[in-house]
């Protein structure tokens, strides 16, 4: 049975990207996001491309029973997750008291319960086999607190520090764990958490390849934390640097530019 990677959020952007890395090197995917439109025509065009099978599952990952219904798929098709990128996610801009409640309900249904439940449906059977790589991707908002983008930073902290604890505890298992930590990425994500353009994410973005290229690099040599871009490592730094109270400060100027 070969293995296969299962990548979430794949209709677009870094997820999009990530899973090209692996159509490349020869491995399977497993292609889940909602657009199910939009999942067939790259399933097509990736099996055509690089000959490897996909399986596309339209699910919203925000509907609590999706992440069982993915692996009740796997399972009954008998296919072995060997590399899990748990990448689905989006932000909500606007001061806390201000944006929608369901909405930030939904932040945190996607970007932090659906990925805890998705790490914990697929890595036990990677430890069996003292096999697998799993990526959560985070952001470089993981690293401090985010005005503006309240919830969105916060949810990001949870995904750095779970996957960084994950890390440690599975090391010894055979099983890789990396989170991803890009700055500003030229996506959907930023129409989507309706987001002004501000100077400094002008200044910093980057290509949704370039990150995904280096979170598959991080992925494979088995790094814990990986920081696209020569910027961007300085980030966790200078917050670890700076008193907490400038930090949150800078972070809320950035973003009223
Ligand atoms: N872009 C940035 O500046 C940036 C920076 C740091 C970190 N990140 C993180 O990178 C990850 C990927 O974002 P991106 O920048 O590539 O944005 P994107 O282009 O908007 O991609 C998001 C992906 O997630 C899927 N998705 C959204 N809601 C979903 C749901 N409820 N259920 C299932 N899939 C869902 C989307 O597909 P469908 O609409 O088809 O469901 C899409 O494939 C996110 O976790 C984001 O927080 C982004």
Known sequence: MEGYALVTGATSGIGLEIALNFARDG??????????????????????????????????????????????????????????INNAG????????????????????????????????????????????????????????????ANYYASKAYVLSL??????????????????????VRTEFQERAEMKKTDTAKAFIMEAKKVADAGYLGLWRGKAVVIPGTFEKMVPVLTKLMPRCLVRKAAFLSQKE
């Not at 055509?48 to 009740?72: C, F, N, S, W």
Request: glycine share 6%; net charge negative; proline share 4%.
């Open 163 to 184: 996957s960084e604890a994950m890390h440690e505890e599975l090391k010894e298992e055979g099983v890789k764990v990396s989170a991803l930590c890009p700055g500003p």
């Open 27 to 84: 491995i399977h995917l497993i292609l889940v996001a909602r657009r199910e439109e939009k999942l067939n025509e790259i399933r097509d065009r990736i099996e055509a491309q690089y000959g490897v099978k996909v399986l596309v599952l339209a699910k919203d990952l925000t509907r609590e029973e999706a992440p069982d219904e993915i692996h009740e798929e796997v399972e009954k098709r008998g296919i072995r997750v060997d590399y899990l």
């Open 90 to 149: 989006f932000g909500s801009f606007g001061r806390l008291k201000d944006t929608d409640y369901e909405k930030e309900k939904d932040l945190v249904k996607l970007n932090v319960l659906s990925l805890l439940q998705m790490n914990k449906l697929f890595i036990p059977a990677m430890v069996e086999r003292h096999f697998g790589y799993v990526m959560n991707v985070a952001s470089l908002a993981a690293f401090m607190p985010g005005p503006v983008m």
